[in-house]
């Protein structure tokens, strides 16, 4: 829930030789969605080109003091660094900034909406414990900070009693909500086996985040995960059931949105829930094509599934929000992949045939004949394989049944020692 009152807020990067003008530009656009998302108001920007970041006070000398007279100028409340600031630099960032600014980084931010966003228990457990695990080599450097009560961006979730504990108390937190997200993994993975047993084809949606990943999920399930055009909208996992044109039932997860530089704190704290995307049987990598960095995106979210170890999995590229695209010619969209509007039916439509198409891929073809008297069998190929074509036969009085079938269901061995 947002404050009633936004903050002022300075944002400051630093672009050494490592990136480029386009790369920077970029990053610092997108601390200020992400600023946005926090409910702050960016009042200024400041910026310095330098070989590397300065171990003391991040910026420059000068650059630090120019800082702190645009603070001054702008009634700034929090001044939000591109880069994750070590505890010496925050502390000494703080004291040239003076009383009453709070400075936090770019990964405390993230955390800080991450936090905003946690609806269910293990998320609201797995934010907890990644702020720990921010915080803990921190502590000494925060001082004063540390001690804060009122509310604010870079001020949410453990709670300030937590913040204001020695490191063995946070510790001790931390190994409390480890024991407690063990027993929830524990669940979670039985619940996949169960579904493996179940043996439903599993499919998992990825992308950047807001790419429309849930608004996909919603119009093909009718889920009601939250739709809304902010960055970290969904946090929390959602799994449905869908069915493809032939009848074949499918599972559909959506997962936490993936950005540049996300904290590694946070990909180990989510790891339970992106193993959702380890397990599937298809991805469908979501990108918002009417984004101008959308490519960038398209890098992020792929070596982030290469970190995932998800290799072997057949990936389905979705190109969204086709309504949005100003310059369809910057989209070059593979014949392999699709370009749709999640927001228009008729191209909705096409996904579903596409998963399809795509699953056939890795599927076995088979050709049986069923007797009029087989009709459990008839049902359960209609739902749990892709059936392309049924015909009745009057003269042998049975069903004649083309269709793919996963390898490893248990109908496939079934269906290929009768097939014709």
Known sequence: ???????????????????????????MEELKSLTNTANGKVVATIDQKKVSIDPATYLGRGKIEELSLLIEEKEAE??????????????????????GVRVIDRTQLILDIFAQRA?????????????????????MGRGLALSRLGGGIGTRGPGETQLETDRRHIRRRMDEIKEQL??????????????????????????????G?????????????????????????????MKLPSGLNVLLSDTVGFIQDLPTTLIAAFRSTLEEVREADLILHI?????????????????????????????????????????????????SELLISAK??????????????????????????LGSDEGKLLS?????????????????????????????????????QRNI
């Open 1 to 27: 829930m947002k404050n009633q009152t936004q903050e002022r807020v300075i944002l400051a990067g630093c672009q050494t030789k490592e990136r480029d003008d386009d790369h920077f530009l970029y990053s």
């Open 287 to 335: 990108i918002d094509a009417s984004h101008e960095n959308f490519a960038e995106h398209k890098k992020t979210v792929l070596k982030l599934l290469e970190g995932l170890n998800v290799n072997e999995i057949p990936i389905l590229t979705v190109y969204n929000k086709a309504d949005l695209v100003e310059d369809r010619e910057n989209v070059f969209v593979h014949s």
């Open 213 to 241: 990943k849930s608004t996909i999920l919603n119009r093909l399930t009718a889920a009601e995960t939250l739709e809304q055009n902010l960055l970290f909208a969904t946090l929390d996992p959602t799994t449905r059931k």
């Open 78 to 99: 929090v001044v939000i660094f591109n880069d994750e600031l070590s505890a010496g630099q925050i502390r000494n960032i703080s004291s040239i900034c003076g009383e």
């Open 119 to 139: 609806q269910s228990k293990e998320g609201k457990l797995q934010v907890e414990l990644a702020q720990l695990n921010y915080l803990l080599p921190r502590l």
């Open 182 to 211: 063990s027993t929830i993994v524990q669940h979670r993975k039985q619940y996949r086996e169960r579904r493996k047993e179940n043996q439903i084809i599993q499919i998992a949606l990825v992308g950047y985040t807001n790419a």
């Open 380 to 416: 359960r190929i209609k739902t749990e394989t892709i059936l392309v074509k049924q015909t009745w036969n009057e003269d042998t009085e049975s069903y004649t049944c083309l269709g793919y079938v996963h390898p490893n269901h248990s109908l496939a061995h079934q269906l290929n």
């Open 344 to 369: 228009k039916p008729e191209q909705l439509k096409m996904l579903p045939e596409k998963i399809e198409e795509f699953l056939k891929q890795e599927m076995n073809h088979y050709s049986t004949e």
